[in-house]
C-alpha cells in the first residue's frame, strides 16, 4: 500500500501563516496487488490516522472521496490497485485550544456554517508565540456547545485562512459536513475571492494575470518567492487583477485568487514590480515612487504610520451554501486605517 500526504497542505505557524492556504488533508492511497475486496469506508477508517467515521462519511457524501479519479459510495468495494484519493478538512490538533470570550464582527451566521470579519493585527490559529488572542479562541468560545466541542475537543472549523495583517473575511464550518463541503470547493478552486491591494505604481495592463509557481524563498523560508510556471519549483499559482484606479505613486488593485498559495497576491505583486503598500517583508515599507525626500516623503511616512501593515483586504467570498445548494456571496468594507490611508492618496492624485 502507498499512502502519500503532502506537508505543504498542513498549516505552519503564525511566522508562516497563509494568505489563503486551505486547511485541508490531501491523502493518495493505492490498494496493493493482495487488497481482498473491503468497503470504501471501511477502506479509510483502517488507513487514515484519527479520522472518525463521521468525518469519513461526510467526505463520501460530499464528493471528497474519490477512487480512481472518480466519486464513490460507502458500499463501493475497494479492489487491487485502486488509487482513492481523498480531501478533509484539517485533523484535530494535539495541543487544546483554550477558549477565550472576546467581540468577533460575525457578519452571518446558520447552523452550518459563520462569515466573520477579522481585523488586521490578529492572528488567525494558536500556535508557538502565539497560544492566546487568536482567532480561533474567540471562534472556540462562540462555538463551544456544538457537537465538536465535546470533551474539550474545540476545534473551529477553519478552511483557510488570511495572514495576521490582512484584514477581512473568513468562512468557518461549524459541523463536519459544511467543513468537507467548503474544503471540496476550495480544493476545486470554486470559491469567489476578492481582494483589494495599495500597490506601489500602476501596472501597465488595466487588466492582467500573473501565473508562477511560488514556493519557499531559498534564503529566507519565511518570506515566499515566485519561480517559472511549470517549473519544478514551488506550487502552480494564478492570480488575476484589475486597476481600479491609479494615483500616480500608487495604485488600488481588485485581486481574484484562482489558487491559494501562501502570501500569494504579495509574492505575485512583487513579482510584477508592484509590492503592496506598507508590506515590510516584501520591500513595500519605503518610497518605490516618487521623490524621496520634502513632503511628499512627509507624506509617505505619514501614511505608513497610519497603516503600518500591508495594504491588503479580503473584500469577498463567493461559495456554494453546503446544505441549501444556495449561492452565497458576502462583502465587507475596507477597515479604517485602509479607508483613511486611500482618501490621503485620493487627494494627493488630485492635488498633483
Known amino acids: 500500500m502507498m499512502h502519500e500526504l503532502d506537508p505543504d497542505l498542513l498549516p505552519e505557524g503564525p511566522g508562516h501563516l497563509a494568505e489563503e492556504d486551505e486547511l485541508y488533508e490531501h491523502h493518495r492511497i493505492q490498494a496493493d496487488g493482495r487488497q481482498e475486496p473491503m468497503r470504501l469506508d471501511k477502506f479509510l477508517l483502517n488507513r487514515l490516522p484519527n ?110 485562512r488570511i495572514d495576521k495583517d490582512t484584514s477581512g473575511l473568513l468562512v468557518i464550518g461549524k459541523t463536519e459536513w459544511a467543513m468537507t463541503h467548503l474544503s471540496n470547493q476550495f480544493f476545486y478552486h470554486t470559491i469567489e475571492r476578492t481582494y483589494l491591494a495599495l500597490v506601489w505604481g500602476t501596472p501597465k495592463e488595466e487588466v492582467g494575470t500573473i501565473r508562477g509557481n511560488i514556493g519557499r524563498h531559498p534564503k529566507d523560508r519565511k518570506l515566499m518567492t515566485v519561480f517559472p510556471e511549470g517549473s519544478a519549483e514551488g506550487k502552480h499559482a494564478v492570480t488575476h487583477y484589475r486597476v481600479l484606479q491609479s494615483f500616480g505613486p500608487v495604485a488600488l488593485v481588485q485581486c481574484n485568487l484562482e489558487t491559494g498559495r501562501t502570501h500569494q497576491i504579495r509574492a505575485h505583486m512583487k513579482h510584477i514590480g508592484h509590492p503592496l503598500f506598507a508590506d515590510a517583508a516584501y520591500g513595500g515599507d519605503r518610497i518605490l515612487y516618487g521623490q524621496r525626500t520634502g513632503s511628499y516623503k512627509s507624506f509617505v511616512e505619514n501614511s505608513f504610520e497610519v497603516m503600518p501593515r500591508q495594504a491588503l483586504h479580503a473584500k469577498s467570498l463567493g461559495f456554494v451554501h453546503p446544505t441549501t445548494g444556495a449561492q452565497m456571496h458576502f462583502e465587507v468594507e475596507l477597515p479604517e486605517d485602509f479607508e483613511t490611508v486611500l482618501k490621503r492618496w485620493e487627494k494627493y492624485a488630485t492635488q498633483s
Not at 472518525?52 to 464513490?72: F, L
Not at 468560545?141 to 465538536?148: A, C, K, R
Open 51 to 160: 479520522v472518525s467515521r463521521t468525518k469519513v462519511q461526510a467526505g463520501i457524501e460530499a464528493d471528497a472521496v474519490q477512487v480512481n479519479g472518480k466519486p464513490a459510495k460507502s458500499s463501493y468495494k475497494v479492489k487491487p490497485g485502486d488509487v482513492v484519493t481523498v480531501i478533509l478538512p484539517e485533523p484535530p490538533r494535539e495541543d487544546k485550544v483554550v477558549p477565550e470570550q472576546m467581540a468577533l464582527d460575525i457578519r452571518y451566521e446558520d447552523d452550518q456554517l459563520l462569515m466573520v470579519n477579522k481585523p488586521a493585527g490578529m492572528v488567525v490559529h494558536p500556535a508557538y508565540g502565539n497560544w492566546n488572542g487568536t482567532l480561533v479562541n474567540g471562534l472556540a468560545w462562540h462555538l463551544q456547545n456544538l457537537p465538536t466541542g465535546r470533551n474539550g475537543d474545540i476545534r473551529p472549523g477553519l478552511i483557510h
